[in-house]
């Protein structure tokens, strides 16, 4: 029943191959190509990652649920911070055999000069966040009060800023002095402050939707006037928790993101490398992270289109 369900979700594609653009790179999960000089055509392949380590099976399907995800959020939050969509249509930049490829998983950008690091928010403490807390009490230095739960808020939202990995290396956290003094005090300020507000509103609004977004991470780049800018993906469940709510006033946890595979590698005992990567994953578990990520893409969004 399984395998068959799977097979319903249609050929997955885990990489696109664009002949009439040139390829920049590809990441954990997006193609990036250029278009001239000041854009950038983005698609989300159906890659999957864990722990910073691409695996071997994608998952059918999970490029188009996130693209439809960070456009939703996009729309919603640019009354706070402008993002890098042209709003132009992506595939009118591709030859007319690719538009496939391209179709429904794809963002038409600005180009930007990126900000090195990662910007992280929590509302709970969960991931790495935890381990450390567990050991020091401390979340990227920041002291929290003792005995918290992973269930429980924290009093309010806390910043943790890490570094931004190259694909196969880990995203290191680290304290905000540190970010200061790599972008500078009155940026990382601004990119703290605003990291904060987009993730206040989008927690009030997840909320109406029965979703606790316990925590995400942001990345922001500059444009051609320095202004901070809101880029790559955001509050899917490739880069956020999502736990349903009423599961979370109960104690419990149920995720509407990638906890099946990471539940799964824990339970193999490998949690990196190359090791990982090579994993062939059961059936279940990519249907697993399938269907968490089509909840919540109807959850917060609506019906897929």
């Not at 990652?49 to 998952?59: E, N, R, T």
């Not at 729309?75 to 429904?104: C, K, W, Y």
């Not at 808020?153 to 003094?181: C, M, R, S, W, Y």
């Not at 509407?256 to 190359?274: E, H, S």
Request: charged content about 20%; aromatic content about 6%; hydrophobic content about 45%.
């Amino acid at each position: 029943m399984t395998t068959s369900a799977l097979a319903a979700l249609g050929p997955a594609v885990p990489a696109t191959h664009l002949h009439s653009l040139p390829l920049i790179a590809r990441g954990k999960v997006r193609d990036n190509y250029a278009v001239g000089a000041d854009r950038l055509l983005m698609v989300a392949s159906d890659r999957l990652s864990a722990f910073d380590v691409v695996m071997k099976a994608p998952v059918p399907g999970k490029g188009r649920l996130l693209t439809q995800m960070a456009l939703f959020w996009f729309e919603q939050l640019r009354g706070i911070v402008p993002n890098h969509l042209t709003g132009e249509v992506p595939e009118s930049v591709v030859a007319p055999d690719e538009v496939a490829q391209v179709a429904g998983r794809s963002m038409l950008v600005k180009r930007l000069t990126p900000l090195p690091c990662e910007a992280v928010v929590r509302g709970y403490v969960a991931g790495s966040g935890w381990k450390e807390y567990q050991r020091s009490g401390t979340v990227c230095g920041i002291a929290l009060p003792a005995g918290l739960l992973m269930t429980q808020p924290l009093p309010a939202p806390i910043f943790t800023p890490a570094t931004k990995a190259a694909v196969g290396d880990h995203d290191e956290n680290i304290p905000f002095a540190q970010l200061e003094a790599l972008i500078g005090a009155p940026r990382a300020a601004e990119v703290r402050d605003t990291a904060l507000r987009i993730f206040e509103a989008a927690s009030r609004y997840a909320l109406t939707r029965g979703i606790v977004i316990a925590d995400t991470k942001f990345e922001f780049g500059l444009d051609e006037a320095g202004r901070l800018t809101l880029m790559d993906e955001v509050l899917t469940p490739d880069s956020s928790r999502f736990w349903q709510a009423d599961e979370l006033a109960q104690g419990r946890i149920k995720a509407y993101d990638k906890q099946p595979l990471r539940d799964w590698l824990a339970a193999t005992g490998v949690t990196g490398g190359a090791e990982q990567a090579a994993l062939d994953l059961p059936d279940e578990v990519v249907l697993g992270i399938h269907e968490r990520y089509a909840t919540a893409q109807r959850l917060l969004c609506g019906e897929s289109r």
